[in-house]
């Protein structure tokens, strides 16, 4: 079975520091992995993806994710958060050998100007 | 390219009713999903269809029956709503193959039923 964490509800930062919204995650095989991003009243929109090759993986806006298998981690991180950035960011994952990708319950990230 | 587009974008319901949520997907994807959110629940699957003719049960299928009308349309149908379907949708769409997987996401219909 594949299942996906995201620990924190709620991640406060202030603007112009780094972010880090964390995510692990549990599958059987070799696992696809992937954050995005939902604004208020919106669908949600994809940020990034790791499939295969680099563990640091860039995507939309500026966020980065980094795939760290030893941990079954897959936390996305920006060097500097825009007040922008304020929405509700979810982790999900699907096992290689699976059709379905399962999410975490969210994280919402709330940035201060 | 419009993208996933979803009707109606909100609906009230009286429990008992029965309604169809409609999703479209001009990107030629082969993979369908129906989802619910629920605050502090993220997403739920519902139902996917993976190919043009053929569907399979989600997390949550209970209360629902869906239709891969043809490779664009992928259909929600709640014969009897209950009030614990009260509920946002979405439709989302995905190709498969190495490069690809990230879903696709309509912009969803807040469905209430009272």
């Known amino acids: 079975a594949q299942s996906v964490a995201q620990p924190e509800d709620q991640v406060n930062v202030a603007e112009g520091n780094p972010l880090t919204v964390k995510c692990t995650y549990s599958v059987s095989g070799n696992p696809y992995l992937f954050w995005y991003v939902q604004y208020p009243n919106r669908g949600l929109q994809f940020l990034l993806k790791y499939i295969t090759g680099d563990n640091l993986v860039k995507g939309s806006y500026g966020f980065e994710a980094e795939f760290n298998k030893s941990q079954t981690s897959f936390h996305l991180k920006k060097p500097s958060a825009l007040v922008s950035d304020s929405a509700l960011y979810f982790c999900a994952v699907r096992d290689s050998s699976a059709s379905k990708i399962i999410f975490g319950s969210g994280t919402r990230l709330s940035i201060r100007p | 390219n419009a993208g996933v587009t979803q009707t109606p974008k909100f609906q009230v319901l009286k429990t008992g009713q029965s309604m169809t949520l409609q999703c479209a997907q001009d990107?030629?994807?082969?993979?369908m999903y129906w989802y619910r959110q629920d605050p502090g629940m993220g997403l739920r699957l519902i139902y996917y269809?993976?190919?043009?003719?053929?569907?399979d049960k989600g997390e949550v299928p209970n209360g629902y029956n869906v239709s891969r009308l043809n490779k664009r349309e992928f259909s929600l149908r709640l014969e009897s709503a209950a009030p614990s379907q009260t509920s946002v949708y979405f439709c989302?769409?995905?190709?498969?193959?190495?490069?690809?997987?990230?879903?696709?996401f309509g912009p969803g219909t807040r469905l209430t039923v009272t």
């Open positions: 990107m030629n994807h082969n993979s």
């Open positions: 989302a769409s995905s190709e498969e193959g190495i490069r690809f997987y990230e879903q696709y």
């Open positions: 269809s993976a190919s043009e003719g053929t569907t």
